[in-house]
């Protein structure tokens, strides 16, 4: 077919080889995008859902940081601190009780961490460190020993170690320059586990997927793919947030290749038509199933400008008498928009037809946000309004 068409075009031998390479090329390129194109939407099932039971747990503990070049807190500001480290110095065999403490080197901090899943006693997790005093920098600091405890109220780490911060401070007698936040550091590796939490995989009767955007189709879809690939009717939808699979007894011993060969699976997630508004920083997020039903919608701005430019009126040069004043002058322009048109939206508009024809009636994020609302309010928006 493509030598026919060639043919008939009349053209040269070295020009028909051209066109053809190019024309193959083409159609090969086309045919690798196809399938990424096809399947653009689709997305595993791991990256939209969490297993039931595998998950993080929230450490925290109080602490010290010692070390510090003037910059800790004052200790007659933060009793805390001073009582911490009256009772550091008595562990450690120095009674300082009655004593006038002055230091400035020590500061008062909250230590936090997250535990991982499966976590094994004797490996290591990062820490972050925050200030609770008045302290004005962790610079150079270094934590004392902190046990970390959880909700429960157990310790399961212990955190140790030289702080890095991602700012800085300077001050001098006239000025104080900050960058980043000089009062929070992390401590890469910095605590050690110590208590292990009690869950065992294999003793889970079935798995229970838990979707982070609920949604009953997005549900239906992973336990269809699911059964699909089992080859039985494993998995089931219990609501719009959860997708139970049971366990067969041939693959107990095999859990975790089962989770694997699982989380692989793609499924194409479904979304609810949300358009979410940040008024604060006018940011709008739509997505890709809002629809609007027929609407016309017309945008035009009054606007008031004053300026005031005052003069200097000075009397004639030969003039007897008089004084230098001033006058004022000023300027009023009104503008009622009259370039503003009025665009006309047919029914089922898709979102990049709403935009582009928001854009081209000259609207801006601010302006835009109170259109939105204005169409949901007359009952055209298909979707919901979030504001934030």
């Known amino acids: 077919m493509i030598q026919c068409v060639i043919q008939c075009a009349g053209l040269s031998m070295s020009v028909k080889k051209s066109i053809t390479s190019m024309i ?21 099932i791991k990256d939209i859902t969490d297993i039931d039971g595998v998950r993080d747990n929230m450490l925290v503990g109080y602490g010290l940081v010692v070390g510090l070049n003037g910059s800790g807190d004052s200790l007659s500001n933060s009793p805390f601190t001073a009582k911490s480290l009256v009772g550091m110095l ?23 961490a997250t535990l991982p899943p499966f976590s094994a006693q004797g490996s290591r997790i990062d820490v972050t460190v925050s200030t609770l005093g008045d302290a004005k920098s962790l610079a150079g600091g270094t934590l ?27 001050s001098g007698n006239a000025s104080t320059v900050t960058k980043g936040v000089p009062t929070t550091g992390r401590i ?19 798995l229970r ?39 067969r007894d041939k693959n107990k011993d095999k859990l975790v290749g089962l989770i694997t060969r699982i989380e692989r699976l793609e499924v194409e997630p479904d979304e609810v038509a949300k358009v979410i508004i940040d008024e604060q920083s006018g940011v709008i997020v739509m997505g890709d199933n ?35 004043q001033t006058v004022d002058r000023t300027d009023i322009d009104v503008s009622e928009g ?33 259109i939105l609302q204005s169409i949901k309010a007359a009952g055209a928006l298909q979707a919901e309004i979030q504001v934030i």
């Open 24 to 44: 193959v090329s083409a159609l090969l390129l086309i045919a690798l995008l196809c399938p990424v194109i096809g399947n653009a939407a689709s997305v595993r």
């Open 90 to 112: 008595e562990r450690l065999g120095i009674n300082t009780r009655g004593d006038s403490l002055k230091t400035k080197n020590v500061a008062a901090v909250m230590v936090t």
């Open 144 to 170: 004392l020993v902190t046990p970390l405890m959880g909700a429960d109220g157990e310790v399961y780490a212990v955190s140790q170690g030289s702080l890095v911060i991602g700012g800085f401070t300077a």
């Open 188 to 206: 890469a590796n910095g605590a050690i586990i110590e208590r292990e939490i009690n869950f065992q995989l294999a003793d889970m009767p079935n």
């Open 209 to 247: 997927f838990n979707l982070r955007n609920p949604d009953f189709t997005t549900a239906k879809r992973i336990a269809e793919v699911i059964n699909n690939e089992m080859k039985a009717e494993v998995a089931v939808a219990d609501d719009r947030s959860n997708v139970t699979v049971t366990i």
């Open 290 to 324: 809002v629809r609007i039903s027929r609407v016309a919608i017309a945008q035009g701005n009054l606007t008031v400008r004053i300026t005031e430019a005052p003069q200097v009126s000075q009397p004639n040069a030969l003039s007897s008498g008089g004084s230098t």
């Open 338 to 370: 009259e370039g503003k048109k009025m665009a006309v939206f047919s029914p089922g508009v898709t979102l990049q037809e709403l935009v582009h024809s928001l854009n081209a009636l000259g609207i801006g994020p601010r302006d835009m946000i109170t």
